[in-house]
């Protein structure tokens, strides 16, 4: 299965930017996807995933509120709007996809298929 990104830039501070994700299989088994972030010099951590069948989503205490994720099953898409954006989510954000994700756990796990990434900075 590959992932690709789209929609990484640049953007003000309190400003927006949608993030996409396509996958390339559809009729390979996923149960869950989700965006990964890596902010320099330190390690990559899921801030949202989102369960493919039911829609379920989870995220990272720091982006709550701000960062809503979605996907659209009919088109193998998956995306990430992020709104009132900070300085502090500069980073590189990488798609993530979860062959078996029975529930929420299974995000402690390593996902199975990464994108690219795509870099995402936010400064005036």
């Known amino acids: 299965v590959q992932l690709t990104e789209s929609g990484g830039g640049l953007a003000q501070p309190g400003g927006s930017l949608r993030l996409s994700c396509s996958r390339s299989?559809?009729?390979?088994?996923?149960?869950?996807m989700g965006w990964f972030r890596q902010v320099l010099g330190k390690q990559r951590e899921l801030i949202a995933a989102?369960?493919?069948?039911?829609?379920?989503?989870n995220y990272r205490e720091s982006v709550k509120g701000r960062f809503t994720i979605n996907r659209d099953n009919a088109k193998n898409t998956m995306w990430l709007q992020m709104n009132r954006l900070k300085p502090e989510d500069t980073g590189v954000y990488y798609c993530?996809?979860?062959?078996?994700?029975?529930?929420?756990?299974?995000?402690?796990?390593?996902?199975?298929?990464w994108g690219q990434g795509t870099q995402v900075t936010v400064s005036s």
């Open positions: 993530v996809a979860y062959e078996y994700c029975p529930n929420y756990a299974c995000y402690d796990n390593d996902p199975n298929y």
């Open positions: 989102i369960t493919l069948g039911g829609g379920s989503t």
């Open positions: 299989d559809p009729n390979f088994r996923i149960d869950a």
